[in-house]
T-cell receptor
Framework: GAVVSQHPSWVICKSGTSVKIECRSL??????MFWYRQFPKQSLMLMAT?????????EQGVEKDKFLINHASLTLSTLTVTSAHPEDSSFYIC???????????????FGDGTRLSIL | AQSVTQPDIHITVSEGASLELRCNYS??????LFWYVQSPGQGLQLLLK??????LVQGIKGFEAEFKRSQSSFNLRKPSVHWSDAAEYFC????????????FGKGTTLSVSS
């Protein structure tokens, strides 16, 4: 159980293009989804936290207008990289967490990531 | 400030040898601790987690970790490493509240020699 599907796994596109990445929880309802960015040989950097039906909370330094996050349902969140440029090339990983309230400790389940290459 | 430190960037062990990956954390509240493994080009897979209770936790693939509050550590161990264990390992700490993101260490790359 607790499978998170991320699509596409790899995308190559031209500079200036907008790219949408989907993150789906397949067998559970994800109250919260997280979007991370990972540079080569580095750790995961949290970009934003997304709760179903509300606006995402972005980390300091992450451009809201650049990285649009939508969490319209309990099983789907999308990250759209608008007007992508080569510096946006990276590995993007989503994770999903079930549970609400203070009964925390619910582990985050990760998708397999999306490798974005902007030419 | 909340942080996770993995002191070893890269470790090489011989197949069949024991393994210990170090993790130290700094967290203001009671931490929830996790170890994840990442194969190249893949997402993260949860190996084990510590919430409370027994400080020695067992995970998948023969891994275990011990929580030592006095040392703020949560080291990952495996008695006998297999070549398939070669991967990137991340220690993470989280809050006792749903909807709070994990804080990750920088990771340790494990290589296994034959």
């Amino acid at each position: 159980g607790a499978v998170v599907s991320q699509h596409p796994s790899w995308v190559i596109c031209k500079s200036g293009t907008s790219v949408k990445i989907e993150c789906r929880s397949l067998d559970f309802q994800a109250t919260t989804m997280f979007w991370y960015r990972q540079f080569p040989k580095q750790s995961l950097m949290l970009m934003a936290t997304s709760n179903e039906g509300s606006k995402a909370t972005y980390e300091q330094g992450v451009e809201k207008d650049k990285f649009l996050i939508n969490h319209a349902s309990l099983t789907l969140s999308t990250l759209t990289v608008t007007s992508a440029h080569p510096e946006d090339s990276s590995f993007y990983i989503c994770s999903a967490q079930s549970g609400t309230g203070v009964l925390g400790g619910q582990p985050q389940h990760f998708g397999d990531g999306t490798r974005l290459s902007i030419l | 400030a909340q942080s996770v430190t993995q002191p070893d960037i890269h470790i090489t062990v011989s197949e069949g040898a024991s393994l210990e990956l170090r993790c130290n954390y700094s967290y203001g509240a009671t931490p929830y601790l996790f170890w994840y493994v990442q194969s190249p080009g893949q997402g993260l897979q949860l190996l084990l987690k510590y919430f409370s209770g027994d400080t020695l936790v067992q995970g998948i693939k023969g891994f275990e970790a011990e929580f030592k509050r006095s040392q703020s550590s949560f080291n990952l161990r495996k008695p006998s490493v297999h070549w398939s264990d070669a991967a990137e390992y991340f220690c993470a700490v989280g809050a006792n509240q749903a909807g709070t993101a994990l804080i990750f260490g920088k990771g340790t790359t494990l290589s296994v020699s034959s």
